[in-house]
Nanobody, 114 residues
Framework: QVQLVESGGGLVPPGGSLTLSCAAS???????MGWYRQAPGNQRELVGI??????DYADSVKGRFTLSRDFAKNTVSLQMSSLNTDDTAVYYC??????????WGQGTQVTVST
């Protein structure tokens, strides 16, 4: 069983920056690696994801968020800048194995507020 461990969430003022990191408990071949988020009362939505070597982002974060990853080490990070209150949510790391199994982190809270 693979566990994903996230770190880096917290409270940040509008316009600030934050980096989230995620590491798998053991190595495996990941097809996709990325981040989702869920704000109160909303459905979980894609923030950004690596599908192979290509990174895709939600329109709402393009130009502000940047993914980085190490497929060999099963780590993925999300650098967030120019944060605004709409970015407040619980952020979840996700990795999908080549066998089709989806792994999720426990979630880390990001709060953008004065």
């Amino acid at each position: 069983q693979v566990q994903l461990v996230e770190s880096g969430g917290g409270l940040v003022p509008p316009g600030g920056s934050l980096t989230l990191s995620c590491a798998a408990s053991r190595r495996f071949v990941a097809l996709n690696m990325g981040w989702y988020r869920q704000a109160p009362g909303n459905q979980r939505e894609l923030v950004g994801i690596f599908r192979g070597s290509s990174a895709d982002y939600a329109d709402s974060v393009k130009g502000r968020f940047t993914l980085s990853r190490d497929f060999a080490k099963n780590t993925v990070s999300l650098q967030m800048s120019s944060l605004n209150t709409d970015d407040t949510a619980v952020y979840y790391c996700n990795m999908k194995s080549v066998g089709g199994t989806n792994y999720w982190g426990q979630g880390t809270q990001v709060t953008v507020s004065t």
